[in-house]
């Protein structure tokens, strides 16, 4: 398997995971924004978006994002390293 079959199946399984809590747009740099779609936490909802890195499979979310879109991230950090060491990707 290729460097970047493997690419492509940690980002399918992370979406996999996601795809029902969240609208996905492509962003055409390799960088796929997720818009949580039932949000009922703390701050607006576009304050609250996490962007997926596809080729690093790092994931961000702004500074002033609320506590549980932060804990979110985090969850999904662990959830991207567990896929990283599944498929062997150095």
């Known amino acids: 398997m290729t460097k970047r079959d493997k690419h492509r199946l940690i980002t399918g399984e992370f979406l996999s995971k996601y795809e029902d809590k969240f609208d996905i747009d492509d962003e055409m740099g390799g960088r796929l924004i997720l818009t949580p779609m039932d949000y009922d936490g703390e701050g607006d909802t576009r304050d609250n978006t996490i962007e997926y890195h596809q080729s690093r499979h790092t994931v961000d979310t ?7 879109t932060k804990a979110l991230v985090a969850e999904m950090e662990v959830f991207i390293t567990s896929l990283i060491i599944k498929h062997d990707l150095d």
């Open 62 to 68: 702004y500074n002033w994002a609320s506590p549980e």
